[in-house]
């Protein structure tokens, strides 16, 4: 029992946040297998972000396979100051986003799963537009490639 409690009172490196969580389901012999999936963002708030997802038959197993696999899908930011250096722009998939820096003190400026993402990278000051797709994990992740072709 001291050893859980040990382990849990550690700070932690990274702070998560869970986006979306589908429950979905697969019709089999026997009848329906129900699952879940888990989109989960990983930061530090200092330039550093990733994002995972997880499957698994509860709830708390797809959380813990997000975050392991946005562990290892983190990504350096280059940051000026509180914003971003310069204007990018990018698509996956239906979905483009654009980033603008924004003044010092105008906060985030950004919709849904690009705020999230934006402000566990450690950015306080941007402009953001979601164009093209509703899809969290979509926005998620062309959010993630936009930032990563930021120039320092």
């Known amino acids: 029992m ?3 409690q040990e ?3 550690a700070p932690k490196e990274y702070e998560e946040k869970v986006i979306q969580i589908k429950r979905v389901s697969k019709k089999t012999r026997g009848g329906n297998k129900i699952g879940f999936t888990a989109l989960v963002v990983l930061g530090n ?3 550093k972000v990733g994002t995972g997802l997880g499957k698994a038959r509860d709830v708390s197993s797809a959380v813990q396979k997000a ?3 946005a562990k290892k899908n983190m990504i350096d ?3 000026k100051g509180s914003t ?3 204007e990018v722009e990018d698509k996956f998939g239906s979905s483009i986003v654009f980033l603008k820096p924004a003044p010092e003190g105008s906060g985030i400026i ?3 799963s690009v705020r999230n993402v934006v402000e566990l990278a450690g950015i306080k000051d941007i402009s953001a537009k979601i164009l093209g797709s ?3 994990l979509g926005n998620v992740k062309c959010t993630i490639k936009a930032l990563s072709k930021l120039k320092g």
């Open 2 to 4: 001291a050893e859980r």
């Open 45 to 47: 708030k200092n330039g």
């Open 67 to 69: 975050v392991q696999n």
């Open 134 to 136: 509703n899809n969290k």
């Open 7 to 9: 382990r849990y009172s």
């Open 110 to 112: 950004a919709g849904g």
């Open 77 to 79: 930011i280059k940051l």
């Open 84 to 86: 971003i250096a310069h």
